[in-house]
Nanobody, 127 residues
Framework: EVQVVESGGGLVQAGGSLRLSCVTS????????VGWFRQAPGEKREGVAC????????WYKDSVKGRFTISSDIAKNTVYLQMDSLKPEDSAVYYCGAGYHTIVVVTPEYYYGLDYWGEGTPVTVSS
């Protein structure tokens, strides 16, 4: 059984930090791409960061470059998102998605190939 479970969200003031965790099981973690996506109220879900374990490639949404860092611990089947210098516009529900690494595509406009999703963890950044 595949499981994808996010944690680490919460309420933080602007300029603060949060570290999200995505714990997975039930698939070959080292052969998958795992990414973080977010959805604010009334908005479509968008890609934030993604790591392709097959190649080591990493992608970030432009607005989070230099502030967010995605990393993974293959031994723990876990992907992290360290979020620093948070802004109110970062407020959203953050979701973790996974798909086979040769299939997953993430761009600023769309994403494709994510087979497994968690239920999300909310992040609220107050001004």
């Amino acid at each position: 059984e595949v499981q994808v479970v996010e944690s680490g969200g919460g309420l933080v003031q602007a300029g603060g930090s949060l570290r999200l965790s995505c714990v997975t099981s039930g698939f070959s973690f080292g052969e998958y791409a795992v990414g973080w996506f977010r959805q604010a109220p009334g908005e479509k879900r968008e890609g934030v960061a993604c790591i392709w374990h097959g190649t080591g490639a990493i992608w970030y949404k432009d607005s989070v470059k230099g502030r967010f860092t995605i990393s993974s611990d293959i031994a723990k089947n876990t992907v992290y998102l360290q979020m620093d210098s948070l802004k109110p516009e970062d407020s959203a529900v953050y979701y973790c998605g996974a798909g086979y690494h040769t299939i997953v595509v993430v761009t600023p406009e769309y994403y494709y190939g994510l087979d497994y999703w968690g239920e999300g963890t909310p992040v609220t950044v107050s001004s």
